[in-house]
């Protein structure tokens, strides 16, 4: 993973936990960070899989007709 995405993630999530307080505007400022915290997460990108090294023979023949 990027490391200035962690360090994004890091400091939003710590900027999270200051916003504990009760009043309307810290609550909306913490709503906002958490969501974007998992906006940020959803849109990582899926991890590649290693290409694997073994074949199945049914799509070998399919394949080669």
């Given at each position: 993973?990027n490391?200035?995405?962690?360090?994004?993630?890091d400091?939003?999530?710590?900027?999270a936990?200051?916003?504990q307080g009760?009043d309307?505007?810290?609550?909306?400022?913490?709503?906002?960070i958490?969501?974007?915290?998992?906006l940020?997460?959803?849109?990582l990108?899926?991890?590649p899989?290693?290409?694997?090294?073994?074949?199945q023979?049914?799509?070998?023949?399919h394949l080669?007709?």
């Open positions: 993973m490391p200035t995405y962690l360090l994004a993630r400091h939003l999530q710590r900027a936990v200051i916003l009760a309307q505007r810290s609550r909306q400022l913490r709503h906002i958490e969501r974007t915290i998992g940020m997460e959803d849109a990108p899926d991890e899989k290693p290409p694997a090294n073994v074949y023979f049914s799509e070998y023949r080669r007709s």
